[in-house]
Nanobody
Framework: QVQLVESGGGLVQTGGSLRLSCAAS????????MGWFRQAPGKEREFVAA????????YYADSVKGRFTISRDNAKNTGNLQMNSLKPEDTAVYYC????????????????????WGQGTQVTVSS
């Protein structure tokens, strides 16, 4: 069982930056692929980025590639999403998610692959 708590959301102007964090409760956080998803009002939840539990593999949605960076610190049971050059279309509730795996380079990008979810943190980018 993993409990996830996101933080770091807020209001920022176009072109600004935010850093989201995800704190995990699991004693074996190192066995979980971590992902970030987002959901805007009236839209389906969509994949943003994922990182394998070893940190060796990452995967990004095309819409954020080159602007967002996912990272993790297994010693601290935390994951981060650095978001730069933010756009109004990045406005959404951002969710951290975890997927258990024995494969240290595995990254997955569909909601069905993740069994554990945080409550979300709001990110609003003003134009």
């Amino acid at each position: 069982q993993v409990q996830l708590v996101e933080s770091g959301g807020g209001l920022v102007q176009t072109g600004g930056s935010l850093r989201l964090s995800c704190a995990a409760s699991a004693r074996t956080f190192t066995m979980y692929t971590m992902g970030w998803f987002r959901q805007a009002p009236g839209k389906e939840r969509e994949f943003v980025a994922a990182i394998s539990w070893s940190g060796l593999s990452t995967y990004y949605a095309d819409s954020v590639k080159g602007r967002f960076t996912i990272s993790r610190d297994n010693a601290k049971n935390t994951g981060n999403l650095q978001m730069n050059s933010l756009k109004p279309e990045d406005t959404a509730v951002y969710y951290c998610a975890a997927s258990f795996t024995f494969q240290h380079t595995r990254v997955v990008h569909t909601t069905g692959d993740y069994a554990y979810w945080g409550q979300g943190t709001q990110v609003t980018v003003s134009s």
